[in-house]
């Protein structure tokens, strides 16, 4: 995928979820939603657009 990944995808009934994995000691640098940058989304679109493809069972 050329640099992009997908940490986390999870599949239940006929919802797909895609995830970020990340571990902090603290939230002195933010919570789980500021892992989520605005520059990281377009990434994890992009590799969820190459994903999807590649497992035809969701798209």
Same mark, same amino acid.
């Given at each position: ?7 986390? @995808? @999870? ?9 970020? @994995?990340?571990?902090?000691? /603290? ?7 500021? @892992?989520v ?6 990434r ?14 969701? /798209?």
């Amino acid at each position: 995928m050329s640099g992009r990944r997908l940490d986390l @995808v @999870v599949a239940g009934d006929s919802t797909l979820m895609i995830g970020e @994995v990340k571990w902090r000691r /603290s939230e002195h640098f933010g919570g789980p939603a500021a @892992v989520v940058t605005e520059t990281k989304q377009p990434r994890m679109r992009a590799a969820t657009a190459i994903w999807l493809p590649e497992h035809p069972e969701w /798209s």
